[in-house]
């Protein structure tokens, strides 16, 4: 049996599958799509269900990606039932996803949750009346507490067991509206169309000239791709592919022009209907809510009183920002840290068995100094992704983010893009790989390329750790917060500068709509805290290590061959050569080309790379700036400083963009432009210094 | 004279009488419950000319000042009325 779960977002839809489902989930992303796909297996009984827990959404019309995945999923895969999910707090709004549903597939039970949260703020819900209102089993649940969501699978497996489909009630549109429906429905009614879909639903889209219909989907089950890899987490991507068999045009064509010459275009039919089922769900509401006024305030109102106030909203989002980066990239160093540690003394006690075997000296090198350094080094930042991703999963449950969104939102207008962007280009000072990730909280895909495209501008931990051992040994003293400052500020100056350049390379005429619902707070379940922040530094590690173990040992190779002779003459210094007549024009010499060279792989080697070519031994960042002190003059120091800061952070953020993006043609149009736009940067800071008497 | 959303000041009601311009933002704000009749409640405003954020059929949202500024409202007033809105 095939059970989906439908609902808004913020309904605790995720709690649910959660409960459900445990850990026997799969997730990766819908076909073509940037949005998470989870489904997963239970047995109850004798059967076998396949839950798949549909992206929140508000509506069933085909804007969103997340409105257009609901639906072609209940469309073209017909599931045997629709969990409909409902917050008893906002059941309104809520309800009028529900009535798109019931017109869609006629199995439908819909689960109560919220029922709490509502009582706090006044209302009651009869839930036997709000049944019969809509003529659909409803269950009461407790998503948070785990209350009633076996009733819940109950409930929809006997409803899919269920030998006729029920009759729910049918939205009762104002007569000229209904008159219009019913002549569509009788020229409809005898086609093949209507056998597939309720004619009803049929007839509403065809006023509304909605494309889907008359398209004849075949689906293709991708199994190729599923027999590589079956990961019981984190499937590469949807296990289901869609291909358009045929497009018919159906009847009615004449019918919509005469319409449309008495003033009733789609648009028009559109706005009829949803103003309908608005009206609908007011006429019926009173006979399952009631609500009494209190004069208490509740606890969102409260909170938001201080989180959003104008005064005090900034300083707390400062404290909270503060918490996650202390948290996530600070308190974290002692678990990174153990990380890198336990590689080294793991590589010492591969290396001590090879001796022992007699294994030749490269391949001890390769071990100790290419694998196991270079994995070593990406790995002790995966504490660091994880326990972001743990703040940034609750953050976004609790309904703090909407908030931050709320707040930041003026600085995003600036530059173009949507207020959720704020939180990802702000993550990106932490690390720009769970930035490049933060962005899937953007709904339109053109404001999620943007954001993406841009994080690798800014400067992550490591990144500033280099900047300020290397601005600390050319500016000594007050004159070096002045340069770090000045970096910074042509860091955010890019960020925006880009942000509207892109706007135009990737078309995006309409600006998305800033209309966005900020829900009641909540404390989030530690569950559904700790599976998206296991599942997301699961599948980074999955995709990331082979690039990262091939990248190592290639850097190990050029930089160690031809054997015994000095840095300068290895392949990586002979590179660096014939690199330089790109660092030529920017004061670089070959030394630097080469740092820049391997700082693709992680940014924070970069320093050491310095101290091996500058003959600096151990790892000491002072002592390797203060050695380049002399071979630089501050000009080169900074111009090589903002080409640091511009250029691509690392390895990982370019898999990442990959993988969020989709798109390999974006990926490599992101770092071209990285590097185009930091060595012309480079370039201008060079010249403009050098014409303005700098040294 | 005609009144839009954006012109309420913190604490004031109104009902949307008709919504500007169309497409994606006009069908986002149909999702999302705005429709002629709605009682709308501006509760603040962001400094700076950020979003606003409005109380409507018992939750909340945020909106830009541009995008406030295609609601089209009538009858504002401040007196509590027997609506759930009041009681959140």
Redesign the interface.
């Known amino acids: 049996m095939k059970i989906a779960l439908v609902g808004n977002p913020n309904v605790g839809k995720s709690t649910v599958f959660n409960a459900l489902t445990g850990s026997n989930q799969q997730v990766g992303n819908w076909a073509g799509k940037t949005v998470e796909r989870k489904s997963g297996i239970i047995q109850r009984a004798t059967q076998e269900i396949e839950l798949v827990d549909l992206p929140g959404t508000y509506s069933l019309t085909a804007y969103s990606q997340e409105e257009i995945i609901t639906r072609e999923y209940i469309l073209r895969e017909k599931p045997d039932v629709v969990m409909a999910m409902v917050d008893a707090s906002n059941i309104e709004r809520n309800l009028y996803l529900v009535l798109q549903v019931l017109e869609l597939a006629p199995r439908v039970v819909v689960g109560l949750n919220m029922m709490d949260l509502a009582q706090t703020t006044g209302i009651t819900i009869q839930t036997a009346e709000l049944a019969s209102a809509l003529n659909v089993p409803v269950v009461e649940i407790v998503a948070a507490k785990g209350k009633g969501i076996e009733e819940f699978l109950t409930e929809a497996i006997r409803v899919g067991e269920l030998e006729q489909d029920p009759l729910p009630i049918k939205v009762s549109y104002p007569d000229e509206l209904e008159q219009r429906i019913q002549a569509m429905e009788a020229l409809l009614v005898g086609t093949a169309w209507a056998a597939k879909y309720p004619l009803r639903w049929l007839a509403l889209k065809r006023l509304e000239r909605d494309p889907e219909i008359g398209q004849e989907w075949k689906i293709s089950p991708a199994l190729s791709r599923k027999s590589k890899n079956n990961d019981s987490c984190c499937d590469p991507g949807d296990a289901v592919n869609y291909e358009l068999q045929e497009v018919a045009v159906l009847p009615g064509e004449e019918l919509l022009r005469a319409y449309e010459a008495e003033g009733w275009s789609k648009d028009h039919f559109e706005m009829a209907f949803a103003d309908a089922k608005y009206k609908y769900i007011s006429q019926i509401l009173p006979r399952f809510r009631s609500h009494e006024n209190l004069t208490k305030p509740t606890w969102t109102d409260l909170l938001d009183g201080w989180i959003l106030s104008p005064i005090w909203g900034y300083p707390i989002m400062l404290v909270v920002l503060a918490v996650v980066f202390w948290g996530s990239f600070v308190a974290s160093a002692p678990i990174g840290g153990a990380v890198s540690q336990a590689m080294a003394w793991a590589a010492d006690v591969l290396v001590r068995l090879l001796q022992w075997g007699h294994a030749p000296d490269f391949v001890q090198s390769l071990v100790r100094d290419g694998i196991f350094a270079g994995v070593g080094a990406v790995l002790a930042f995966v504490p660091q992704i994880a326990i972001f991703f743990a703040f940034f999963s609750f953050l976004q449950d609790s309904g703090y983010l909407a908030r931050a969104a709320f707040l930041g939102d003026r600085f995003m207008q600036l530059m173009g893009l949507h207020g959720k962007s704020f939180f990802s280009l702000v993550s990106g000072f932490g690390c720009n790989v769970p930035g490049i990730m933060a962005t899937r909280t953007l709904e339109d895909p053109k404001d999620r390329l943007i954001t993406m495209l841009i994080n690798p501008l800014i400067p992550c931990v490591p990144r500033l750790g280099v900047m300020s051992a290397v601005v600390a040994a050319f500016f000594p003293g007050s004159r070096g917060s002045v340069v770090m400052l000045s970096l910074l500020l042509i860091s955010m100056i890019l960020v925006m500068f880009s942000a509207l350049f892109l706007r135009r390379v990737v078309k995006q005429t309409e600006r998305s709509a800033f209309v966005m619902e900020l829900p009641l707070y909540h404390i989030p379940t530690l569950r559904n805290v700790l599976i998206p922040t296991w599942q997301k530094t699961y599948s980074f590690l999955k995709r990331a290590w082979t690039f990262i173990l091939v990248a190592s040992i290639v850097v190990w190779v050029l930089s160690s061959y031809p054997q015994g002779v000095p840095m300068s003459a290895t392949w990586a210094g002979k590179m660096g050569g014939w690199l330089a007549f790109i660092g030529g024009p920017l004061g670089f010499d070959w030394r630097i080309m080469v740092a820049i060279v391997f700082g693709f792989t992680a940014k924070e080697t970069t320093l050491s790379t310095l101290g091996i070519l500058y003959g600096v031994a151990a790892d000491a960042s002072q002592s390797i700036a203060q050695a380049m002190t002399g071979a630089m003059t501050p000009l080169r120091a900074y111009t090589f400083l903002v080409v640091y800061m511009l250029y691509i952070p690392c390895l990982a953020s370019v898999i990442t963009t990959y993988k969020e993006s989709g798109s390999l043609g974006w990926t490599s149009f992101g770092v071209a432009y990285n590097l185009i736009l930091s060595f012309a940067m480079g370039w201008i800071v060079f010249h403009g210094g050098l014409a303005l008497g700098f040294q | 004279m005609e009144r839009f959303l954006g012109d309420l000041k913190p604490g004031e009601r109104a009902c949307v009488e008709h919504i500007k311009g169309?497409?994606?933002?006009?069908?986002?704000?149909?999702?999302?419950?705005i429709?002629?009749g709605?009682e709308l409640e501006v509760?603040?405003?962001?400094?700076?000319?950020?979003?606003l954020?409005v109380r409507l059929?018992?939750?909340?949202?945020?909106?830009?000042r541009g995008?406030c500024a295609k609601i089209i409202v009538t009858g504002s007033h401040q007196e509590p009325i027997e609506h759930?809105l009041?009681?959140?």
């Open positions: 169309g497409g994606a933002l006009r069908r986002r704000m149909m999702d999302m419950g429709v002629p709605v509760v603040r405003c962001a400094p700076w000319g950020g979003p954020q059929k018992g939750y909340y949202l945020a909106m830009r995008e759930l009041a009681s959140r």
